[in-house]
C-alpha cells in the first residue's frame, strides 16, 4: 500500500563512521527515515529490545516496515543494510552480475578491513589507556597499506566500483579520519581526490551531520565510556 511505503525507516543510530555509512545511503536514495540514536558510551546497545534486532550490541541497524511483501523487516550489519538498501531502491547497486560483485568486493573490502583494522588504529593511537608501541606499529602499518590499495585502485578510475556506489559510501566515511589514523593523504593521490569528491556530496555532508551534536557524548578517553565500550566479553 502506497501509505506504508511513506513510512519512514527506523535508524537505530550514533554518529560514527558506521552510522553515518546509512545515514548518507538514506540521504541519497531520498527515503524517509527516522532516528533512534543509540548511545553506545552509556550502554543503550545492551538493551533488550535493541539486541533483537541487533544482536551483535552494535548499530547501525533498521527496520523498514515496508519489507519484502509489505511486512517489515529489521536488518543489522552496515554492509547487509546498504545491500539491502540497494536492492529495496534499484540505487547505487548495480543489478547485473558482472557489476554488482566489483560492488561486493569493495564493500567486503572494507567491511573485513578498512573498517575493523582502522578501528584497531583509533583504539591503539588514541583510546587505549596505555601505549602499546607493537599495537600502534601493527596496525598503522595495515592502515598505511590498505590506503595504497584503495590509492592504486582509483588511480584509473573515478569511484571505487563503477559508478558512485554503496562501495564508496562504506569506504569514505572511514578515510575522512586519515588524520587520527596517523595517515597523510596527500601520499594518496588518487583517494585523496576520490575522497574530495564523495565528501562533497550534499547527501554525504547532510548524512554525516546527522545528530552530529551527539559525538562529543561518546568521548573514548572518558574512563565512564571505556568502562562500557573496552573489554567487553560474553553476556
Ligand atoms: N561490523 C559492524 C560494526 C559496527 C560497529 O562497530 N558499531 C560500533 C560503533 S562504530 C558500536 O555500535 N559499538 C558498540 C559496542 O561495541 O558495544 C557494522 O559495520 O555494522
Redesign the pocket.
Known amino acids: 500500500m502506497a501509505a506504508s511505503a511513506q513510512q519512514p525507516i527506523d535508524l537505530y543510530y550514533?554518529p560514527?563512521?558506521?552510522?553515518w555509512k546509512i545515514t548518507i545511503m538514506l540521504e541519497e536514495c531520498g527515503l524517509p527515515y527516522a532516528i533512534h540514536p543509540?548511545n553506545?558510551g552509556k550502554g543503550d546497545?545492551f538493551q533488550p529490545e535493541f539486541l533483537a534486532i541487533s544482536p551483535n550490541?552494535?548499530?547501525?541497524a533498521i527496520v523498514d516496515h515496508d519489507g519484502p511483501d509489505g511486512q517489515p523487516i529489521s536488518v543489522?550489519?552496515?554492509?547487509a543494510i546498504l545491500q539491502y538498501l540497494g536492492r529495496k531502491t534499484g540505487k547505487f547497486y548495480p543489478q547485473d552480475e558482472r557489476g554488482r560483485v566489483e560492488v561486493d568486493q569493495w564493500l567486503f573490502w572494507q567491511?573485513g578491513g578498512f573498517?575493523p583494522m582502522l578501528?584497531q588504529t583509533h583504539h591503539f593511537r588514541i583510546y587505549a589507556p596505555e601505549q602499546v608501541p607493537y599495537a600502534i606499529e601493527r596496525y598503522t602499518n595495515e592502515t598505511n597499506r590498505l590506503y595504497g590499495v584503495l590509492n592504486k585502485r582509483l588511480a584509473d578510475r573515478e569511484f571505487v566500483a563503477g559508478e558512485y556506489s554503496i562501495a564508496d559510501m562504506a569506504i569514505a566515511p572511514w578515510a575522512k579520519l586519515w588524520e587520527r589514523q596517523g595517515q597523510n593523504i596527500d601520499d594518496f593521490p588518487h583517494a585523496k581526490r576520490w575522497l574530495e569528491t564523495v565528501l562533497a556530496r550534499p547527501a554525504v555532508q547532510r548524512g554525516i551531520k546527522v545528530s552530529s551534536e551527539d559525538r562529543e557524548k561518546t568521548d573514548l578517553t572518558d574512563p565512564k565510556v571505556q568502562a562500557v565500550?573496552f573489554g567487553?566479553r560474553a553476556r
Do not use: A, D
Request: hydrophobic residues 35%; aromatic residues 10%.
Open positions: 550514533w560514527t563512521p558506521n552510522g543509540v553506545i546497545q550490541n552494535k548499530m547501525p543489522f550489519e552496515s554492509g567491511m573498517g578501528g565500550l567487553q
